[in-house]
Nanobody, 119 residues
Framework: QVQLVESGGGLVQPGGSLRLSCAAT????????MAWYRQAPGKQRDLVAT???????NHVDSVKGRFTISRDNAKNTLYLQMNSLKPEDTAVYYC?????????????WGQGTQVTVSS
């Protein structure tokens, strides 16, 4: 079992920055592939960025050059640095931990943190 708790959301003006954190407890954080998702009102939950257990990183095109995902395995924490924020980045941001084995997919979610970009 993995418990995930996001923090760092809030209200920010367009062009501003926020840093989201996701603290993990309950299992060996370093073996999980981690990701950030977001869900805007009335829309589906969409992938934002991933960072694998081997450290490989991907960002979706809409956030490339603005957002940076990172992890600190010593602190069991996942981060999302968000710069040059736009109103369309407004959403609830969720942390995800996933690990696939031969017989089972382990998949955990945090409770989400609200990010609102507005003047």
């Amino acid at each position: 079992q993995v418990q995930l708790v996001e923090s760092g959301g809030g209200l920010v003006q367009p062009g501003g920055s926020l840093r989201l954190s996701c603290a993990a407890t309950g299992s060996i954080f370093s073996i999980y592939n981690m990701a950030w998702y977001r869900q805007a009102p009335g829309k589906q939950r969409d992938l934002v960025a991933t960072i694998a257990s081997d450290g490989s990183i991907n960002h979706v095109d809409s956030v490339k050059g603005r957002f940076t995902i990172s992890r600190d395995n010593a602190k069991n924490t996942l981060y999302l640095q968000m710069n040059s924020l736009k109103p369309e980045d407004t959403a609830v941001y969720y942390c995800n931990a996933r690990r696939d084995t031969v017989i089972y997919r382990y998949n955990y979610w945090g409770q989400g943190t609200q990010v609102t970009v507005s003047s």
